[in-house]
């Protein structure tokens, strides 16, 4: 069996990998050799960002088995010809639902606070005041609720917030949740709630979600967080609405198009943060990857159950094979 690396790794990773199939040969691909090295791969962990990969080749010569995806979004590695064929996908959602959880945070209370003014202020040694918004008491909506949604759900519970949600598998509603509802629901998700966050995969039905219509339903003067995908969101809606002043601001780790563009009107609204595409960045990423992975990979051997198991279609994990849940056994 011939195991293709495509996220970095040190030789510790590789050893590791290498003790969880001691018969496999081990190919670290870097981001570079992916396209290359996975046309000869039985099974594929990593996500390429550098050089496309041709997924119809893949899938065409039958060789390639398992991609084991080392980020929770699958948009990277699922398409068309990769969802039709018999070859097993699993993520990464919920590894990093902690690092999301802190990333949300920061874009949510940099917004409420009005830390974009105050540090602009602060460059021209200008000492302001101005009302600041709370997160406290308020009534946040969580769109999607996977392991990040349900991370986050428990980062914002002690703000004494009331907590709505919507999902494609409304289950397992924890208690500190005011309501989970199915994904149908968005509409009375988006008419009450003041601060809306999306933590949705990017696929066929979430592409372009959140455009003009849903966010005329917004509260005015609500919040807007995106750290799911880009493409969820309508980019020159949401401008739109900043513009008027029916949304107080937005919170964007991920653009429609990334790097963002110079031109983008985003860069110039002063109701905006953005940071680039850095949720899920963690010191331990790849070890906690390797750790993720090597446990998959020795329940594949063992032809067990794997964590994370993907619906190809719908692009994420049903929550009873999700990684978020088995922790949640052991706790």
Known sequence: MRIVIGYPVKPHHLKQIAAAAPDAKIVDAGQQRIPEEILRADVFCGHAKERPVPWDEVVAQGR????QSSAAG?????????????????????????QVAEQTLALLLGLLRSLPMFFRASLQREFIRRPTRDLHHATVGIVGFGGNGRRLAEVLAPFKTRILATDAFPIHKPSHVAELWPADRLDDLLVMSDI????VPLNRWTKGMIATPQLARMKPGATLINVARGPV??????VAALHSGHLAGAGVDVT???????ASPLWELPNVIITPHVGAQAVRRENDVTDFFCENLRRY????????????????????????????KTD
């Open 233 to 238: 969101v309508v980019e020159a809606d949401l």
């Open 196 to 199: 809306v966050i999306l933590c």
């Open 301 to 328: 051997l063992a032809a067990r159950p794997l964590v994370n198991l993907v619906d190809k279609e719908l692009g994420f994990p049903h929550p009873d094979h999700a990684w978020i849940m088995q922790r949640r």
């Open 74 to 98: 699958l948009d990277h590695c699922l398409t068309p010809s990769v969802i039709r064929s018999d070859i097993t996908v699993t993520s990464a959602s919920g590894l990093f639902a902690d």
């Open 64 to 67: 390639l088995r398992w991609i």
């Open 256 to 262: 429609e198009i990334e790097p963002l563009p110079a």
